[in-house]
Structures are given as C-alpha cells and as structure tokens.
C-alpha cells in the first residue's frame, strides 16, 4: 500500500499520458476484437473528432490543476473533510475515500448535469456521439470540463482527498469510464460479475440511448452502487438502443467540431417528449 501511495503521490506526467492513451489504445483495440455494434461510420475520424475534445479536457485540467492540488495538499495537513475525520484502516481509509470522490466529483455531477438546464447545454455534447466507443469517454465541450472540476474539487475538500489518492481516482476514473463507454461484448457471466461493483458498457450504454427516459439512468462511472442506491438504475435490451440525441441526430452536425463547440450557446432544446415509452 505505502508503494501505492507513493507512486501517486509524485505520479510523473509522463505516467498519466500513458494512462490516458495507453488505457484508450487498449480499448479500443480489444473492442475491435469483440464488438457490441458492428458500425459502419469512419472510426479514424470518429476517433479523431473525440480526441480533440480529449485535448481540450486535458488543457482545462492543466490550467486548473494547481487550484485542486492547492486544495488536496491543505485538506491534508489540516486534516479537513469525511475521510480525515474517520480513524480507518488505510486499505479503507483509500477504499472509502475513492467511493466518495465517485459519488461527488462523478456520480453526482453526471446526474445535475442531465437535471440543470445550462448545464446540460454543455453535457449534451457527450451525448451526440452515434457510435459509441472508447473514445466517447473523452467526448467532453471545455465548458463541461470546467463543471466536471467545479464538482472534483467541492469533493477533494468535502472528501478530504489527499494528493496521492486525487491522482488515484483520476488514473482509476479515466480508465474505467473508457471501459464502461468501450463498444465491447462481454459474456454474461463476466458482465455479471463485474458490474456488481464496477459499472460496465453493459450497464452503461443504456444512459447512451437517444431519448428519455432511458439516457436519464445509469450515471455511474466507477461503481455501480450508486444508481442502485438512488434509484436510477435501469436494465435493457442493449442490442435495441439507438445512440445519440433525439434533438440533434444530424450526423453532418454532430461530427463537426465547429458546430459542437457552438452547440451550447444556440440555446437550449428539450429532449423531444413521446406519449409512451419504448419497449426496450
């Protein structure tokens, strides 16, 4: 554990590209191996499109990390938050503390986003992307960056997250939501298995379907507990999901970063409303 801690607390830079792209590359090649959809649109560009919003992300990110550092760092030495508060073993002082960075900084983040109007004017750009894949988890407007760390920090502080354990659960929360986005068909069993504690493309593609109520379920990125827990959990036929945004199924819009990038400043647009739900 002391190693654990130690690698992170001095991670190199270096070692979290690697993570980053290293975890996608990875992926995305297993998925290619054993594909959920067999899509027919241009992988490369598609691939490419969802890079660039990865770019973006990791510029907001670069630019505020000293602010989240600053915060973690104080948490720490003035032994300030949940987790500070508790005397806990270390195995689940880390356990504990990572569960709740999930839950504020992931879950519930996920969650106002799909529940405030401006917010989701931001966050719908995720969910725009008709081919879902590995490269989809990195499908994020710069804007919802900067909400997405809003939320990390208010759970750095509220947690009392020290450094190593920050950079832990950004290593553990980039990897996975590459994996629980990744087109990969698993067996039913190993899906079964898994998603008992950690949410799976299984579980997570639903949240992908391109109307409500089906893409207001299943927030999770880390652990499947949490829409168990509050109730918005939900379980279909993955192979009749149709991915997208009713709102915004041009796919000559939807594959032009020009347009995304301007997309939540043209106003905001309900989801389109049915009189019954599908049979999924």
Do not use: C
Request: charged share 15%; net charge negative; glycine share 4%.
């Amino acid at each position: 554990m002391e190693a654990l801690i130690d690698y992170f607390e001095t991670i190199p830079s270096l070692d979290r590209t690697i993570i980053l792209f290293g975890g996608l590359a990875f992926f995305l090649m297993l998925e290619n191996v054993a594909p959920f959809f067999r899509f027919k649109n241009n992988k490369v560009k598609h691939v490419g499109l969802n890079l660039f919003f990865t770019f973006t992300t990791i510029v907001v990110n670069f630019v505020f990390a000293f602010i989240l550092l600053a915060a973690s760092s104080y948490v720490d030495t003035h032994q300030v938050g949940i987790i500070q508060w508790l005397p806990l073993h270390i195995i689940v002082f880390t356990f504990f503390g990572v569960m709740l960075l999930d839950l504020l900084g992931a879950w519930l983040a996920h969650w106002v986003e799909h529940h405030v109007k401006w917010m989701w004017q931001f966050h719908m750009i995720h969910h725009t992307d008709m081919h879902i894949d590995a490269s989809s988890a990195n499908r994020h407007h710069p804007g919802e960056s900067v909400i997405r760390f809003v939320f990390t920090l208010a759970a750095v502080i509220i947690v009392g997250a020290p450094v190593w354990m920050v950079m832990f659960y950004q290593a553990l929360s980039v990897t996975l939501s590459q994996f629980n986005h990744s087109n990969l068909k698993m067996p039913k069993w190993l899906n079964a298995a898994v998603s008992w504690l950690i949410v799976t493309p299984d579980m997570h593609r639903v949240h992908h379907h391109y109307r409500q109520p089906y893409s207001d379920s299943n927030y999770g990125n880390i652990f499947s507990i949490w829409d168990k827990i509050f109730q918005t959990y939900r379980k279909v036929d993955n192979s009749k999901l149709i991915y997208g945004l009713d709102t915004h199924m041009e796919e000559e819009n939807v594959n032009q970063v020009g347009f995304l990038l301007k997309a939540p400043f043209a106003g905001y647009r309900d989801h389109i409303q049915y009189p019954s739900e599908e049979n999924l």
